[in-house]
């Protein structure tokens, strides 16, 4: 089902920006976000920018969607965005803008001064994520206050209902932040060749029987894991994850060479076995949490 904000009247063209999977029934007490896994480019974006659409897609977590998808068969909705990760950046904070992109003055509540921003990689990114140039010249401020406005509000306001629903429904909620990594971002050191990292912001945005719980799931099936190294977990992680409250945030970085042609973006042979194996991974998480996180919790 579509999410239940929708975008002031089609703006951009994406129709929907956003929607949410609902299960049958909500039995687990997860959410599942995949925000940097949108496809659909508006021509008057692609027009704009000085990069092919192939090349615009760099940024984009490829087919995350639907690598996690099967969580809705097992009782957790799955937030998806359908605007991509070049045009506007939801695991940002909402007005992380660079001025050399701007033409105009911007909020003056704007942070400007961020590694991310500094990066080219704010809100509204000035570059994909191999370090091109969208844009072709600069965008109007108003540009940026309306992708804000007009998307990544009401996508907060989305994924901060589901998150609320979820603890008051279970007692508490884990945000699950999909995400995929190239290759290319793990280095040379063979130690740091992972199929899989999870990001806890250091074992500040959740329990650490969650984390535990989902890294013995995926090394059981096989999958080498690291934890916070190159990938801590970004604003949603940080932001959404306070384990004080019951409501904790995990972000989950798979390898895109499990799944797909890096170059091409085209899924592989290896893509039915890893929605396989991530099932069984939420699967065994959820059946083993149902003992665990209450009890660590009512302890803690």
């Not at 909020?107 to 072709?136: C, H, K, W």
């Amino acid at each position: 089902m579509t999410a239940t904000e929708p975008v002031q009247p089609d703006a951009f063209g994406f129709a929907p920006a956003f929607a949410v999977d609902e299960p049958a029934a909500h039995t687990l007490p997860f959410v599942f976000n995949t925000g940097h896994s949108g496809a659909v480019y508006p021509p008057d974006f692609i027009a704009a920018s000085r990069l092919d659409a192939l090349t615009l897609r760099r940024s984009e977590d490829a087919h995350v969607d639907r690598l996690f998808e099967s969580v809705v068969g097992l009782g957790a909705p799955l937030l998806r965005a359908n605007f991509p990760r070049a045009f506007l950046d939801v695991n940002r904070e909402p007005y992380e803008l660079d001025p050399r992109m701007f033409e105009g003055r911007l909020p003056p509540f704007a942070n400007t001064r961020s590694m991310r921003v500094a990066g080219g990689l704010g809100t509204v990114p000035r570059v994909v994520a191999d370090g091109q140039e969208i844009y072709a010249r600069r965008l109007p401020v108003a540009e940026a206050t309306a992708r804000i406005e007009s998307l990544y509000k009401p996508y907060h306001r989305a994924l901060r209902g589901l998150v609320q629903r979820t603890a008051r429904t279970h007692g508490h909620c884990m945000l699950v932040d999909c995400h995929s990594m190239p290759s290319s971002s793990l280095g040379r050191d063979p130690d740091m060749k992972a199929d899989v990292v999870l990001g806890d912001r250091y074992g500040t945005a959740c329990a650490p029987v969650l984390i535990d719980g989902f890294e013995a799931a995926f090394r059981a099936r096989g999958f080498r894991v690291v934890r916070n190294k190159p990938y801590a977990g970004g604003f949603i992680t940080e932001h959404y994850g306070e384990p004080n409250l019951d409501r904790h945030a995990l972000q989950i970085e798979l390898n895109r060479g499990l799944y797909m042609n890096e170059a091409s973006l085209a899924m592989t042979t290896g893509f039915p076995a890893l929605v396989e194996a991530l099932r069984g991974v939420v699967a065994d998480v959820a059946k083993d949490l149902d003992d665990l996180v209450p009890r660590q919790m009512a302890a803690e």
